[in-house]
């Protein structure tokens, strides 16, 4: 019972392709997002969502596009992917502030461009 | 623009030993400071937070020291385990007033822990 799973795991894909990794929860909680660790465990925020709305969009090529279809899936889709996208993207979620504001993050979806 | 410097970036310490991780930050907006903790091929998990009206909190054998006047916040591991090796990320809430505030994440640093 994964609080929030995504997939895939691994994705190798070539240059210029387009692709996909999606997110779902089941904490029931109302705010996801989408952050980036690069090769040097560096963790940035790219998106966040609020009950199916946009809040942060962070400085992001417009290659990256969220999506998300209701409250508990936050799905990523990159577009003519390049060598600099290989990373590893997590997805999160959140309580309301007022409640602690935990973000608690999936394991992981580790993307390599060849 | 960094806004959350973290310092070491790896650190060995002895089993048995005092593991000790030190953070500061620049936006006095920041109101909630968690640290994560991240194993290999694992997401970052929620170790332990603090909030800047409170100059310390323990659980357990962790420990985050917070000085607002100086805008530092500090990691303590006592009695540290081979078990606690990972990489450690401090952070920072940063209030977007829109109900999804997102954390400002310090670079980690790299614990080792000897046996």
């Known amino acids: 019972d994964t609080a929030v799973s995504q997939t895939p795991k691994y994705l190798v894909t070539q240059m210029g392709n387009d692709k996909s990794i999606k997110c779902e929860q089941n904490?029931?909680?109302?705010?996801m997002y989408w952050y980036k660790q690069d090769s040097k465990k560096f963790l940035k925020i790219m998106f966040s969502?609020?009950?199916?709305?946009?809040?942060i969009n962070e400085t992001v090529p417009n290659r990256f596009s969220p999506k998300s279809p209701d409250k508990a899936h936050l799905n990523l889709h990159i577009n003519s992917l390049e060598l600099g996208d290989s990373a590893v993207y997590f997805c999160?979620?959140?309580?309301?502030?007022?409640?602690?504001?935990?973000?608690?993050f999936g394991e992981g979806s580790w993307l390599t461009v060849v | 623009q960094q806004q959350v410097k973290q310092s070491p970036q790896s650190l060995i310490v002895q089993k048995g030993g005092i593991s000790i991780i030190n953070c500061a930050y620049e936006n006095t907006a920041f109101d909630y400071f968690p640290w994560y903790q991240q194993f290999p091929g694992k997401g970052p998990a929620l170790l332990i937070a603090?909030?800047?009206?409170?100059s310390e909190k323990k659980e357990g054998r962790f420990t985050i020291s917070f000085n607002k006047s100086a805008k530092q916040f500090s990691l303590h591991i006592m009695d540290s385990q081979p078990g606690d090796s990972a990489t450690y990320f401090c952070a920072a809430r940063t209030p977007t007033g829109g109900g999804a505030d997102g954390l400002t994440f310090g670079k980690g640093t790299h614990l080792i822990i000897q046996p």
């Open positions: 904490l029931g909680h109302d705010t």
């Open positions: 603090i909030r800047p009206d409170v």
């Open positions: 999160a979620s959140s309580q309301p502030k007022s409640s602690g504001n935990t973000i608690y």
């Open positions: 969502y609020n009950n199916k709305e946009l809040i």
